[in-house]
């Protein structure tokens, strides 16, 4: 198990945690929670032995296997499934150690690393590769492809396969969503639900928090705390232990009291209607985690829209095409005031596209784009916080929007996305990711739009920011259009889905449990079709290797059988002049052949003796070398 006892830990200036007493048994798998900068990383840090403890200990069996995600992926030439098993640094070691000892004809050693193989299940290695990279999203044609090929977001895709193939006593896991989308979400969800070994995760996405995690580790003013169970279990146990503050309780019960005056106000109103379910969903929520929240530092609302043109936005037939690949085809959809749209489909889909249609920055390739008068877009997608000035600050950022407005009320509005202080006047260019998609969030908010296209507007940002988030679209009486694989928020603030998937994008009749399942369904028919593809394949090289087989059989009788009666000839004449040599032998070795010689007979036996020792040396030499041919060509069947 692992074990803290009185750990503090600091990176300078600043000190992390304090006083920690802690154990962490094998096989638990604990989600690691907390604020930014409370010190999440730097226990990875911590367990890896890059960062030793201020004060107290940290124990863990030193025999234990630890496995991570490495943060750099360099421009390699090698294969990705290759790049994947060199996660599996023993199995690699063997096969060095075996291509040695093959090298040097140690049989001893060669039947022990080849044991060893069979005891890691070294020799399915490549088929656990394989499918660790269908999980996350590759395609069978890319096993092969160089990891230098692919972009930046795939090769940390490649870098969680190769964690996870490590046979690992303890997963280290910071942040592994970041470049997944839903589907390759659930997937590892599962995966993890089932490892065998210790984990310590640290995720923003509280669903997959609650899918995977048996344990909640929870950083807060410098104590470190331990709580069993899921996410929602932790903020739960939680918000029971804040709600008996009494100033956050009534905090608490200001929001849920301004969601119901909504609720009561607009449930009669047909225009209104989807909304207030909507806000019915939140409410029954945050009566349940809002206090566990209660403390954030976030706190910020969406302005109600000045206007709302019915239809807001219309796509007639349109299509969506990067040159001469079509993506999307024959698109109708209309946005009317109130909606609260959720894009669904699997990865590459076209939603990314969609979204860029909807907005104007891709123009139809075929039908037509109808804005209504009136219609204020508010754009979010993580290429926007490119276009933030690095040398601005927030308040600068702001500044420029509204230059009419006092300043102190802007930095109010910034300090709801906890720019406080120092903070909103500093260099945006040193911003962390989560840090500039507040600033892309903030300034989005504040432009006042009654249309709201959100592309994983959740990348970056902590759990505490998106709660924040959530409930701010759940109060939200505009219309929005959300991508995102975030389930929790999905749920909360969408009131319909549109699936787009195989060129279209059409109404989802159905909730996100059932696209979860649909998900699930598509994925084991792609799966029964690389099987039956598979079978084809297999088959025929069956076939090709029987032909193969039988062509080769008949090459090694054609060579067998004249070696087979070459070789039966010369022992038989071996036999011949053996028996032949052994007589003259005989003779010449007689001393009763000498009492009397034939001066004729002895000089034609010396000879023949000659002559045959040279006959059985020549013949022996050849039989050698003929068995020798039919040992290599073996038993033919």
Same mark, same amino acid.
């Given at each position: 198990?692992?074990?803290?006892?009185?750990?503090?830990?600091?990176?300078?200036?600043?000190?992390?945690?304090?006083?920690?007493?802690?154990?962490?048994?094998?096989?638990?798998?604990?989600?690691?929670?907390?604020?930014?900068?409370?010190?999440?990383?730097?226990?990875?840090?911590?367990?890896?032995?890059?960062?030793?403890?201020?004060?107290?200990?940290?124990?863990?069996?030193?025999?234990?296997?630890?496995?991570?995600?490495?943060?750099?992926?360099?421009?390699?030439?090698?294969?990705?499934?290759?790049?994947?098993?060199?996660?599996?640094?023993?199995?690699?070691?063997?096969?060095?150690?075996?291509?040695?000892?093959?090298?040097?004809?140690?049989?001893?050693?060669?039947?022990?690393?080849?044991?060893?193989?069979?005891?890691?299940?070294?020799?399915?290695?490549?088929?656990?590769?394989?499918?660790?990279?269908s999980g996350l999203g590759f395609a069978d044609d890319e096993f092969t492809r160089p990891v230098a090929s692919?972009? /930046?977001?795939?090769?940390?895709?490649?870098?969680?396969?190769?964690?996870?193939?490590?046979?690992?006593?303890?997963?280290?896991?910071?942040?592994?969503?970041?470049?997944?989308?839903?589907?390759?979400?659930?997937?590892?969800?599962?995966?993890?639900?089932?490892?065998?070994?210790?984990?310590?995760?640290?995720?923003?996405?509280?669903?997959?928090?609650?899918?995977?995690?048996?344990?909640?580790?929870?950083?807060?003013?410098?104590?470190?705390?331990?709580?069993?169970?899921?996410?929602?279990?932790?903020?739960?146990?939680?918000?029971?232990?804040?709600?008996?503050?009494?100033?956050?309780?009534?905090?608490?019960?200001?929001?849920?009291?301004?969601?119901?005056?909504?609720?009561?106000?607009?449930?009669?109103?047909?225009?209104?209607?989807?909304?207030?379910?909507?806000?019915?969903?939140?409410?029954?929520?945050?009566?349940?985690?809002?206090?566990?929240?209660?403390?954030?530092?976030?706190?910020?609302?969406?302005?109600?829209?000045?206007?709302?043109?019915?239809?807001?936005?219309?796509?007639?037939?349109?299509?969506?095409?990067?040159?001469?690949?079509?993506?999307?085809?024959?698109?109708?959809?209309?946005?009317?005031?109130?909606?609260?749209?959720?894009?669904?489909?699997?990865?590459?889909?076209?939603?990314?596209?969609?979204?860029?249609?909807?907005?104007?920055?891709?123009?139809?390739?075929?039908?037509?784009?109808?804005?209504?008068?009136?219609?204020?877009?508010?754009?979010?997608?993580?290429?926007?916080?490119?276009?933030?000035?690095?040398?601005?600050?927030?308040?600068?950022?702001?500044?420029?929007?509204?230059?009419?407005?006092?300043?102190?009320?802007?930095?109010?509005?910034?300090?709801?996305?906890?720019?406080?202080?120092?903070?909103?006047?500093?260099?945006?260019?040193?911003?962390? /990711?989560?840090?500039?998609?507040?600033?892309?969030?903030?300034?989005?908010?504040?432009?006042?739009?009654?249309?709201?296209?959100?592309?994983?507007?959740?990348?970056?940002?902590?759990?505490?920011?998106?709660?924040?988030?959530?409930?701010?679209?759940?109060?939200?009486?505009?219309?929005?259009?959300?991508?995102?694989?975030?389930?929790?928020?999905?749920?909360?603030?969408?009131?319909?889905?549109?699936?787009?998937?195989?060129?279209?994008?059409?109404?989802?009749?159905?909730?996100?449990?059932?696209?979860?399942?649909?998900?699930?369904?598509?994925?084991?028919?792609?799966?029964?079709?690389?099987?039956?593809?598979?079978?084809?394949?297999?088959?025929?090289?069956?076939?090709?290797?029987?032909?193969?087989?039988?062509?080769?059989?008949?090459?090694?009788?054609?060579?067998?059988?004249?070696?087979?009666?070459?070789?039966?000839?010369?022992?038989?004449?071996?036999?011949?002049?053996?028996?032949?040599?052994?007589?003259?032998?005989?003779?010449?070795?007689?001393?009763?052949?000498?009492?009397?010689?034939?001066?004729?007979?002895?000089?034609?036996?010396?000879?023949?003796?000659?002559?045959?020792?040279?006959?059985?040396?020549?013949?022996?030499?050849?039989?050698?070398?003929?068995?020798?041919?039919?040992?290599?060509?073996?038993?033919?069947?």
């Amino acid at each position: 198990m692992i074990q803290f006892r009185n750990l503090s830990l600091a990176r300078v200036p600043r000190r992390l945690i304090e006083h920690a007493n802690l154990q962490i048994h094998g096989g638990w798998r604990v989600g690691l929670a907390g604020p930014n900068g409370s010190g999440k990383s730097s226990i990875f840090s911590m367990l890896r032995g890059e960062l030793h403890p201020d004060r107290g200990d940290c124990d863990l069996p030193p025999a234990w296997r630890i496995a991570s995600v490495a943060q750099e992926t360099p421009a390699l030439g090698v294969e990705a499934i290759e790049y994947v098993l060199d996660g599996d640094a023993e199995l690699r070691a063997i096969e060095r150690e075996l291509a040695a000892a093959e090298a040097a004809h140690d049989g001893n050693r060669v039947g022990e690393l080849h044991a060893r193989l069979q005891e890691i299940e070294g020799y399915g290695a490549k088929a656990r590769a394989a499918a660790l990279l269908s999980g996350l999203g590759f395609a069978d044609d890319e096993f092969t492809r160089p990891v230098a090929s692919f972009s /930046g977001g795939w090769r940390m895709r490649l870098n969680l396969a190769q964690a996870l193939i490590a046979r690992s006593d303890l997963l280290l896991l910071d942040e592994p969503t970041n470049h997944l989308d839903l589907d390759a979400i659930v997937w590892l969800e599962k995966w993890l639900a089932g490892y065998r070994g210790t984990l310590l995760l640290v995720s923003h996405d509280r669903d997959f928090l609650d899918g995977c995690v048996t344990h909640i580790a929870y950083i807060a003013s410098q104590h470190l705390t331990l709580y069993t169970g899921n996410y929602s279990a932790f903020e739960e146990q939680r918000a029971a232990q804040l709600a008996g503050q009494q100033a956050m309780f009534e905090k608490q019960q200001r929001e849920v009291a301004h969601l119901e005056k909504f609720i009561s106000r607009f449930r009669a109103q047909a225009t209104k209607a989807r909304q207030a379910q909507s806000r019915i969903k939140a409410l029954d929520r945050m009566e349940h985690v809002a206090p566990a929240h209660v403390d954030a530092p976030f706190d910020f609302h969406f302005r109600e829209p000045e206007r709302a043109p019915d239809p807001l936005l219309t796509l007639d037939h349109a299509s969506a095409a990067y040159g001469d690949r079509v993506v999307l085809r024959r698109i109708d959809m209309t946005l009317r005031p109130g909606a609260r749209l959720g894009l669904l489909g699997p990865n590459g889909a076209g939603k990314s596209t969609l979204v860029k249609l909807l907005t104007g920055d891709l123009p139809p390739g075929d039908g037509m784009r109808y804005e209504g008068k009136g219609l204020a877009i508010g754009y979010f997608a993580q290429h926007q916080l490119e276009q933030l000035r690095p040398d601005d600050s927030p308040i600068q950022h702001l500044v420029r929007i509204e230059p009419q407005t006092r300043e102190q009320e802007l930095r109010d509005y910034l300090g709801g996305f906890d720019f406080r202080g120092a903070m909103a006047d500093s260099k945006v260019g040193p911003f962390s /990711g989560g840090e500039k998609s507040r600033l892309a969030l903030a300034l989005l908010v504040r432009r006042r739009p009654n249309l709201l296209l959100l592309d994983e507007p959740t990348n970056h940002l902590d759990l505490e920011m998106r709660h924040a988030l959530t409930k701010a679209l759940a109060e939200y009486e505009g219309s929005l259009v959300l991508v995102s694989h975030d389930r929790a928020l999905l749920r909360t603030v969408c009131d319909a889905f549109l699936l787009v998937s195989d060129g279209e994008a059409k109404e989802y009749d159905g909730d996100l449990d059932d696209y979860l399942q649909w998900l699930s369904a598509r994925r084991e028919a792609q799966a029964a079709a690389r099987a039956d593809v598979g079978l084809v394949a297999d088959k025929a090289a069956r076939k090709e290797a029987r032909a193969a087989a039988a062509a080769d059989r008949q090459t090694k009788l054609a060579r067998r059988r004249p070696l087979m009666k070459e070789a039966e000839q010369l022992e038989q004449r071996l036999s011949t002049w053996h028996e032949e040599k052994r007589e003259i032998d005989e003779s010449l070795a007689d001393p009763s052949f000498y009492e009397s010689p034939d001066p004729d007979k002895l000089k034609g036996l010396a000879l023949r003796q000659t002559e045959l020792t040279r006959l059985i040396d020549e013949a022996e030499h050849r039989w050698l070398e003929v068995s020798g041919e039919l040992e290599e060509i073996g038993e033919v069947a």
